[in-house]
């Protein structure tokens, strides 16, 4: 799983009739000491994460693993939302402290 | 799934049998800015997607999960056409505009 | 699916079992305006192609679902033979312009 | 697989309902010369490795083969912890040395 | 599938159970005018492949292909040894001559 931070969203009407009802999110990537990457995803939500939230993204087949996403043409999904990331016992980012 | 516009089209009569009938899209790949990247796919159309449309594309064993195409050999497919796209509350792209 | 010249062949003759009979071709990547990338693909060959043709290539598990191949452990196929490309209504790519 | 670094861990309790009880490590990826590489992964830890302890990382729906992950949504996996490394028959890595 | 060469081995005992009595190869990218790329990837080996032989890796889903890995953690596998690889109808590698 890569580590996103929720940036926006994308709205279609006309597609694939699985679809209906998905929320895509607009997550950019985040690299390993928490600078945001070139480089996004448009993933299906369903955590129900907000703008600004880091979450973890995981990608291929592993997000039609998500419950009523089987038969989706989907290759994206938020699966959480993170609590906290640590490097070298050190914290990188907590979501209490970007709440505040 | 990745943003990326419509840019134009592939034909071939010499291919694997369960080919028939797909239409293919070359569509070039889109920043979080709304920058077109030095990136495409040839992805296989079931939307109906036009030139000059933004569109969400779905890789690897996702682009199967489209209707029919279940047993195709093919590894992109263009799942919506892109009404709207926000980042940081502001308007990326809208098709209304585009279509004006 | 990606754009790609063929260059030239592989050749094994000691291989996984499953793969006796196949022909690898080696395949350059082609960009959207035409150029040859740093990059390539062996890819079984399931329709004919030639040295300097333009084929479509499937990457992953899209690659299995040509005829014979389900079990095979390719990861890369050629899919179509092209015939043409057009990007912004001119035309980038002709097989016949090319086999003159 | 590639072979990475234990850097740290990923906690999160908002999440998709099949991940209770994932353990989340971020590891980072190494080069063929035993260096860190600006790339890492967030996979799912089962065979217990710990931090600067150098392990083996699977990604796609290879993840999903460790036993009671089949049906989870992760794209990444932990699958060994590495003894050694010989690159050109000398020693690139030794978690004996490194364990002194 | 991509072209590699065998530089050397990783060694776990400590792994997911499925991984016990695989063997793990450290292979490195070869580019299609023969050149070692600075990117590499550790492949179970079926095929019985030694240092310095030349390879052909297939990664992802169709690692599993490989018989009795249809269950283990792996994305990536040796498939074959290449015995000559030619490209615009020269030679870029023949097994023979590097046997000498």
Redesign the interface.
Known sequence: ???AKV?????????????TGVK?L?V?FV??EGRLL??????AD???AG?DEWV?V??????????RSE???????V???????????RS?YSKRDQDR
């Not at 940036?7 to 679809?19: A, F, M, N």
């Not at 609590?83 to 016992?89: A, E, K």
């Open positions: 799983m890569q580590i940036r926006g969203t994308v709205v279609s009407t006309h597609k694939d009739p699985s679809l895509f607009l950019q690299d390993e070139p480089s996004y995803e448009v993933a369903s955590v129900g703008v973890l995981s990608r291929g087949s592993a997000a039609r693993q998500v419950l038969q989706r043409p989907v290759d994206a999904a699966v959480a939302i993170i609590d906290t990331v640590s490097v070298d016992n990188l």
